[in-house]
């Protein structure tokens, strides 16, 4: 089993910085795939940002430029570093994991940008 235990989020002004990160505590594998998806009112759930075990990621197009991505295999923890944070960023971000073909997520943190 797999915990996921998101921290970080709250209330910015437009333009401003966050940090999320997510520990990941249990049965955690050398490969898999670690990230962030969102989601905000009324809106489906949308990737935000993946990075593999080998460092390779993939950002949202909607985020590049804005946000990067990591993580910390020793902590067993993922980071979102999001920078010119715009209202429409507002949404709950989840982290996710999947390896051995399991997927799990946290249970979500809120990110609140004001214009």
């Known amino acids: 089993q797999v915990q996921l235990v998101e921290s970080g989020g709250g209330l910015v002004q437009a333009g401003g910085s966050l940090r999320l990160s997510c520990a990941a505590s249990g049965s955690i594998f050398s490969i898999n795939v670690m990230g962030w998806y969102r989601q905000a009112p009324g809106k489906q759930r949308e990737l935000v940002a993946l990075?593999?075990?080998?460092?390779?990621?993939n950002l949202a197009d909607s985020v590049k430029g804005r946000f990067t991505i990591s993580r910390d295999d020793a902590k067993n923890t993922v980071y979102l570093q999001m920078n010119s944070l715009k209202p429409e960023d507002t949404a709950v971000y989840y982290c996710?994991?999947?390896?051995?073909?399991?997927?799990?997520w946290g249970q979500g943190t809120q990110v609140t940008v004001s214009s």
């Open positions: 990075i593999t075990s080998t460092g390779r990621t």
């Open positions: 996710y994991l999947t390896q051995r073909n399991y997927d799990y």
